[in-house]
């Protein structure tokens, strides 16, 4: 696989559940991103990670945990999660000397 | 915060009509990228402008950096059925801080 790969695609949880959102890249990158993509909005950054620390956090609510093992893998941890999260979750790596964002294609989370 | 203003919001056109969208921010950014999103994917980079008044071409696509900074467009020539998508400007001065614009839908009619 190349890219960067994101799992699952979809995801329907209940507001009591835990669940984690999955991201994966091949690009030998060293930084790694979260973003909340909701209808008719710009992409909203969350989280940043350069070599496996996290280096923003942009004021994201706390039913939202990342998590960077190594410089390949990045995870999203959900709990308690409101109605209003429901959107496409967005993972990104980039080279942190200064290349652009290469982006998975998402995870569409709905929270009934 | 900053602010990107991305226009227009959406635009439907003929098939071989020249398509142009544009950015323009409140601050002053080092980089200019343009993406594309198509319906169920990611976006992916079309374009990335480092240099102010920096015009560059990708096959049928071409961006500027505006001379000033802060604003930058994106010009699709002769428009296919392929180019339908919602095309995404993002500003920055450090890749952990892009700006993203709201994005600009595109509808290529036959």
């Known amino acids: 696989e190349t890219g960067v790969t994101q799992t699952p695609r979809h995801l329907v949880m209940g507001m009591t559940n835990k669940k984690s959102l999955k991201c994966e890249q091949h690009?030998?990158?060293?930084?790694m991103y979260w973003y909340k993509q909701s209808a008719k909005k710009p992409l909203e950054l969350m989280f940043v990670?350069?070599?496996?620390?996290?280096?923003e956090n942009n004021s994201v609510p706390s039913r939202f945990s990342p998590e960077c093992p190594n410089s390949s893998h990045l995870f999203l941890h959900l709990h308690t999660l409101q109605p209003e999260d429901s959107a496409l979750y967005l993972c990104?790596?980039?080279?942190?000397?200064?290349?652009?964002?290469?982006f998975g294609n998402g995870t569409r989370l709905t929270v009934t | 915060g900053q602010q990107l203003n991305q226009s227009p919001q959406s635009m439907f056109i003929q098939e071989g009509e020249d398509v142009s969208m544009n950015c323009t921010s409140s601050?002053?950014?080092?980089?200019w990228l343009w993406y594309k999103q198509d319906p169920g994917e990611g976006p992916v980079l079309l374009i990335a402008?480092?240099?102010?008044?920096e015009l560059t071409s990708n096959g049928r696509l071409t961006a500027q950096f505006g001379t000033t900074r802060k604003d930058s467009f994106l010009n699709i020539s002769a428009s296919i059925p392929s180019d339908v998508g919602i095309y995404f400007c993002a500003g920055g001065n450090s890749w952990g801080k892009l700006q993203f614009g709201a994005g600009t839908q595109v509808v290529v009619t036959p």
């Open positions: 402008l480092y240099k102010a008044g």
């Open positions: 990670y350069s070599l496996e620390e996290r280096v």
């Open positions: 690009l030998g990158h060293n930084a």
């Open positions: 601050s002053i950014f080092n980089t």
């Open positions: 990104a790596s980039s080279q942190d000397s200064g290349r652009p964002l290469h």
